[in-house]
Each structure stands twice: as structure tokens, then as C-alpha cells.
């Protein structure tokens, strides 16, 4: 039998689609596991509820769909994920060239029945949600993070800098750090507006820059003669971050208001 | 009431229903139009002064200042008399009109040389001829310019622009709309059939003559059931507080003149933000002019407000097609709302 989450922040929309899950019965054996009305409750839901099915509103106020998507793609347990749009023309050509399943409002009952037929689960990074999401121009407004087996958001706009390590790229925010897998070139590729990379292995919110500060050259103990170069002082942290000579002209010409 | 028409429309009937944009029966300038009015006294101004310069050389300011003790008061008169003659003139031919429009400036300067008795003393013969011939190449040039004008907006053109620029009423709401209503339809057909009558109220007033002009009532009327159809959509969520003060019971505005403005405030207020939602909409009458209020909270991150301006820059075609530069339309954010405030010429034309 299939768990199915419906998720959307119209209450007629999702009671729409309780009716017609209920005319579906005879033809796919289903339950309904529940409803979420935004995109933070859908997520909270999945992981509490553990549906095979999630039917996914496009537009909601506090996050998108295809972020919701992109963040269930993360975790270890994957609903599959039908998306529901009343029209938008962008996101319909996305889907067309990337065969997800969508389902358009308001949705018909023998529509619904087929698209649950053929429900599998979404594949781990699903490629064809990033490019859907790149061929639509969004990018998320969050982080997933897994932490002691959790699942946790961690909004872009509380990101201080990203720095790229062995095998991890760390998040810091004012308040702490998280690690995650995702590589710090794709970060770049999808934030690239609101932030800007000052090393190899670095890139910082533009808006946490609070200034420069040149750091003299020298010889040190071990009897290494380094350079003299620029660091970047940061609003809410006491970290100072190195930015290399090829980046400082466009570190420079960013922070300029 | 019957009026000549000059140019025939392609749809007959639809043409006997008042409009916003008057079909231009008279190609004598509108001298009581703001625009018109602006235009005409920065282009003669701009215009003596080029010519006191060419003229003068040396002394420019005096120079200029000595003219425009001639022409602004015939400028004046002659605006005022255009205001007068473009309805007096209806009955005659286009030449006629082009004729009596040429000769008022002409006239004035005259007028006015002879009143200070400059005709006659001091001044020669040749000056004032100068003067009148002076005068009479403005009047045709500045008429001219202002039939080409009005040909340019059209009224073919006009509705061309007019219905591309109202075309983009989202397709979104409607489906989402119907399928709200189909949502309720079992559960409480009442409300479901009230809901269905505002959809097919608002696709009329859709696909209608975007230049219809309607009375306010009834575009206040359209633009409650838009929000009772979105109040049934976002349920609680949304919450608008109406406050309409006494307007001129006759008193009218080009349909779905106010509609995409709340569509706006719903779009970028209930649907980018999350929880509550409380839109004011204040509509208040002072003399001829018609000021709406509407007031929305707004998305924190800019990225989100971006799409606003595109239904702003929508609203503000309309406005200036429809109204040219006698209907202002300002903005601004604050406490992290979205203000807009409207102000138009009220139509108060007796019913035909």
C-alpha cells in the first residue's frame, strides 16, 4: 500500500487532492500518511512520516517545490515525488525535457491513478532535479546538512563562508560550522551572486565583508619567506580569511558598494 | 447621447460603449489636457529661447525675458481658446479646425500688440508681421505635432497595446481558481457555485474591451469577488481590509483598472510571504481625482520583490496609455511594506 504526503499551501488544493486520492483507492491501493502546507513542514513531515509518495505544490510561500525536491534528494530514505502546478510554463518545459512526473491543477483523477502507477523513488542527487532547477534559475535557500543521522536546513542567507577542506567543504555561520559534501565550485556555480570567492578554496558572503587588511610579508620560523598579502575581515566572526593575488582584484572590485 | 464619429471602428457596437481613449473627432489640441499643456509650453518655450539666442547673442536673458512677456499670455489664451473651440469646431470638416487652430495664436499676438499699443508707436510694420507670422508657424507646427500625435495613439493602436499589455493577467490564477472550486464543489456547492460565477465575472471582464469604461462600484465589485475567490484559495491567511470613502455615485474607471493592482498586492504579499497576510485598500474621491491606497507586506530578501516590478511596469503602461500624465502612480517600502498610491482622473460623465 502507498503512503502518500500532500503537500501544498492551499487548503482547498489539498483537499482537492484528498478526494481525489480517495477516488483513486479502488485502482492503486493507497493511505494518505498527511498534509504539510509549506515547504519546511514537508520535509519536517517526510522524516516523522516516511511516505512513498509525496505530491509536491510547485509554488509555496516559505520554499519552493523543486528546493523541497532537491533537499528530500539528500536524505537516505526518498519518497518518490510528483510535482503539482496549476500553469507555469517555465517549469512545465523543464519537466517535459526531463520526463519528472508532474501533474497539472486542477489534477484529474485517471491523471493521478497513472502517475501513482509508475511512482519510483527519487535516485540519490537526483541529476535531472539540479537540472531542472537550473533551467528554471533557482537557487535554494538552504542547506541540507546531515548531522548524527539528521537532516538539518541551514538557510544560505546565515552562511558566513564556505571553505573547501580534505574531502569536505565546511559551512560557517555566525553561530557554528556544519560540513557537507556538496563541492565548493557547484556552491559557487549556484550562489554565485551572493558570494564571492577570495581563494582557491574559499568564497564568502558578500555581505559579511567588513573590510581588508594587508598582512606584511616576512620570513618565518621554519625559515619560509612568504609574501605579503590581503585578509578579509568579517562582520561577525573574529576569522581572518587569505585572499590569493589572483582573486584580490575581484574580491576588491565586489565589495565596493 | 449621440456624438459624430470621425473614424469608423471595426466593431460597431463595441465602439457606442464609452471608452477611455475618445476616438479623435477633433484634431484641434486638447489645450485643458496636462499633457498637452506640458508639452506644448516646454516645446515653444525651449523653442523662443533657441531663438533668442540665435537672435539676441548678446543679451540673452533680457532678450528672452522681453519675449516671454509675448508669449506666455498668448500662450495661455491660446491653450484656453483650443480647450473651447476643439468642441465648438465638432461640426467642421478637419481643414476648418486646422484653420481656426493656425489663426489663434496669430490672433492673440495681435491682440495683444494692439492692446499695448505697440502697433501703432515705435514698432514697424514689418516687425508685427514678423511677430504674426511668428505665431502662425507655431500654431500649425505645434497642431501638427499633436494630430500626428494622436494618430500615433490611435485608436486601433491604442487597443493593440492596451490588450498586449493586459493579456498577461496570469493563467495561473484561473486554474488555481478552478480548481479551489472544484475542491469545495462537494462539500459546500453554495460556495463552490458563488465561486464560479466570480471566475466567469472576472474571464468576462478579461477577454471584454480593455478600454471600457465602467462604473467604480462595479470595478470595486470585481475586485471583491477577486479576493473572495483568493481568500477561499489561501483561506485564512489572507485578510483585506477595505475602506471606501464616499465616491461620486456616476463616477467611472476603465475596467480592470484596480484588479491587477490587488492582484499585485495578493501576489507579492500572500503568495511570496509566508503566515498571516493583511492587505489595506483604501479608495477616497477628492474633486475630480480618484486616489486608491494599497498597501501589502513584502518579501525580506530583494530577490523575491524582483518580479513586482514586472507588474508594476504592466500597471504603469496601462496608466499611461490610458491617462497619458494625468494619472501619477508611487511607490515605496517601508516597515516592510509595499505602498502604492494611485491617482486618476475621475470620469464623471452622465449615462448615455
Redesign the interface.
Known amino acids: 500500500m502507498l503512503k502518500v504526503l500532500i503537500v501544498d499551501d492551499e487548503p482547498p488544493a489539498r483537499a482537492r487532492l484528498a478526494q481525489l486520492l480517495a477516488d483513486c483507492t479502488p485502482q492503486v491501493p493507497l493511505a494518505i500518511a498527511g498534509e504539510a502546507d509549506g515547504g519546511f513542514r514537508a520535509l519536517e513531515a517526510v522524516d516523522r512520516l516516511g511516505p512513498d509518495v509525496v505530491l509536491l505544490d510547485i509554488h509555496m510561500p516559505d520554499m519552493e517545490g523543486i528546493e523541497v525536491a532537491r533537499h528530500l534528494a539528500a536524505r537516505e530514505q526518498r519518497p518518490a515525488v510528483i510535482f503539482t502546478t496549476a500553469f507555469d510554463e517555465h517549469a512545465l518545459q523543464a519537466f517535459e525535457v526531463q520526463a519528472l512526473d508532474y501533474l497539472l491543477k486542477p489534477v484529474r483523477s485517471e491523471r493521478l491513478a497513472a502517475a501513482l502507477g509508475r511512482v519510483k523513488p527519487l535516485s540519490a542527487h537526483e541529476p535531472k532535479l539540479e537540472e531542472v532547477a537550473r533551467s528554471l534559475g533557482t537557487a535554494r535557500n538552504n542547506l541540507t546538512v546531515s548531522e548524527r543521522g539528521r537532516m538539518i536546513l541551514v538557510p544560505v542567507d546565515d552562511i558566513v563562508f564556505l571553505r573547501a577542506e580534505l574531502k569536505y567543504v565546511t559551512i560557517r555561520t555566525s553561530s557554528r560550522e556544519h560540513l557537507t559534501e556538496e563541492s565548493l565550485t557547484s556552491l559557487e556555480g549556484e550562489f554565485g551572486e551572493r558570494f564571492v570567492r577570495i581563494h582557491r578554496n574559499a568564497l564568502v558572503a558578500r555581505k559579511s565583508i567588513h573590510g581588508f587588511q594587508r598582512v606584511k610579508g616576512g620570513t618565518d620560523p621554519e625559515g619560509e619567506v612568504s609574501e605579503g598579502h590581503w585578509e578579509v575581515l568579517l562582520k561577525d566572526l573574529p576569522d581572518r580569511l587569505p585572499i590569493s593575488r589572483r582573486q584580490w582584484p575581484t574580491v576588491k572590485a565586489a565589495a565596493k558598494p | 447621447m449621440k456624438r459624430p464619429t470621425a473614424v469608423a471602428l471595426a466593431a460597431p457596437a463595441a465602439s457606442r460603449a464609452e471608452t477611455a481613449v475618445p476616438t479623435p473627432r477633433s484634431v484641434i489640441p486638447d489645450g485643458c489636457n496636462m499633457g498637452t499643456l506640458l508639452r506644448v509650453a516646454l516645446g515653444v518655450n525651449a523653442a523662443a529661447f533657441v531663438l533668442t539666442i540665435a537672435v539676441a547673442r548678446t543679451e540673452i536673458l533680457p532678450g528672452f525675458l522681453g519675449a516671454a512677456a509675448v508669449i506666455e499670455p498668448v500662450l495661455l489664451a491660446t491653450l484656453l481658446t483650443w480647450c473651447f473651440l476643439r468642441r465648438l469646431a465638432l461640426p467642421f470638416g478637419a481643414i476648418v479646425q486646422r484653420l481656426l487652430a493656425w489663426s489663434t495664436p496669430a490672433l492673440f499676438t495681435l491682440l495683444l500688440l494692439e492692446l499695448f499699443g505697440l502697433a501703432g508707436q515705435g514698432v514697424r510694420g514689418e516687425l508685427v508681421f514678423g511677430y504674426f507670422a511668428l505665431a502662425t508657424g507655431a500654431g500649425a507646427a505645434i497642431q501638427h505635432y499633436l494630430e500626428l500625435r494622436a494618430r500615433a495613439f490611435s485608436p486601433a493602436v491604442t487597443e493593440a497595446k492596451l490588450q498586449a499589455l493586459q493579456s498577461r493577467i496570469?493563467?495561473?490564477f484561473?486554474?488555481?481558481a478552478?480548481?479551489?472550486a472544484?475542491?469545495?464543489v462537494?462539500?459546500d456547492p453554495p460556495r463552490a457555485e458563488r465561486m464560479l460565477e466570480s471566475i466567469a465575472e472576472l474571464l468576462r471582464a478579461v477577454m471584454g474591451d480593455v478600454r471600457k469604461l465602467v462604473p467604480l462600484e462595479q470595478e470595486l465589485d470585481l475586485c471583491r469577488r477577486y479576493v473572495e475567490i483568493e481568500q477561499?484559495?489561501?483561506?485564512e491567511r489572507l485578510v483585506v481590509d477595505w475602506q471606501v470613502g464616499a465616491v461620486h455615485p456616476r463616477a467611472k474607471v476603465p475596467q480592470l483598472l484596480l484588479q491587477p493592482i490587488i492582484e499585485n498586492a495578493v501576489r507579492y504579499g500572500?503568495?511570496?510571504?509566508?503566515?498571516h497576510c493583511e492587505i489595506i485598500v483604501r479608495v477616497r474621491q477628492h474633486g475630480f481625482r480618484l486616489e486608491v491606497f494599497v498597501s501589502n507586506p513584502i518579501a525580506r530578501?530583494p530577490i523575491q520583490r524582483e518580479g513586482n516590478q514586472i507588474g508594476l511596469a504592466n500597471i504603469r503602461g496601462r496608466l499611461a496609455l490610458i491617462y497619458d500624465l494625468e494619472a501619477t502612480l508611487e511607490t515605496r517600502v517601508r516597515r516592510e511594506r509595499f505602498e502604492l498610491t494611485l491617482s486618476i482622473p475621475v470620469e464623471n460623465k452622465p449615462d448615455a
Request: proline share 4%; glycine share 8%; aromatic share 8%.
Open positions: 496570469r493563467p495561473h484561473f486554474f488555481n478552478l480548481n479551489a472544484l475542491a469545495i462537494r462539500a477561499t484559495r489561501l483561506g500572500a503568495e511570496k510571504v509566508a503566515g530578501e
